[in-house]
């Protein structure tokens, strides 16, 4: 990690800080090794279920949450409607493993920005990233033009 902390500081924009939620240790930690390739990309945070990840994302106020969309305790499509309240800054992006159960329309419908299988491949999941930062990022601007 101390590498990519040296990477990070000298890139000359700040990376996009993301928090995982998934309720499996094994697609976090696939996640975030993933994730660690990519100098514009930094993991801040993982939770285990949905209420977790809403709390973490309060807190943090990540750029970015990645959302599995079937969990305990509280599934992501309830979690994503709470970050979206609790961290209107934090783009949600929906992952699942059943893309055709309609989740993703109930993900959308919740505030996700964007849904993908999690068998997307990983380029294809950080471009998706990039996509919901700079949205997020020209929202804003526009926001603080409005003012």
């Avoid at 990519?4 to 800080?17: A, F, G, K, N, W």
């Avoid at 990540?62 to 305990?72: E, G």
């Avoid at 800054?89 to 959308?108: E, H, K, N, W």
Wanted: charged share 25%; glycine share 6%; aromatic share 4%.
């Amino acid at each position: 990690m101390s590498n990519l902390s040296v990477v990070h500081s000298e890139s000359r924009t700040s990376p996009i800080r993301i928090v995982i939620v998934d309720d499996f240790e094994q697609i976090r930690d696939g996640l975030g090794t993933f994730l660690e390739v990519f100098e514009d990309l930094e993991l801040v945070g993982e939770a285990g279920d949905g209420w977790e990840g809403a709390a973490l994302c309060a807190r943090l106020k990540p750029d970015v949450a990645l959302m599995d969309l079937v969990m305990p305790k509280m599934d992501g499509v309830t979690a994503t409607r709470r970050i979206r309240r609790l961290s209107p800054s934090t783009a949600v992006i929906a992952l699942t493993s059943y893309p055709d159960s309609g989740l993703f329309a109930q993900a959308m419908e919740a505030g996700a920005v964007s849904c993908l299988s999690k068998d997307v491949a990983i380029d294809q999941l950080a471009e998706v990233i990039r996509r919901a930062h700079s949205q997020k990022s020209a929202e804003c601007a526009s926001l603080d033009k409005e003012k």
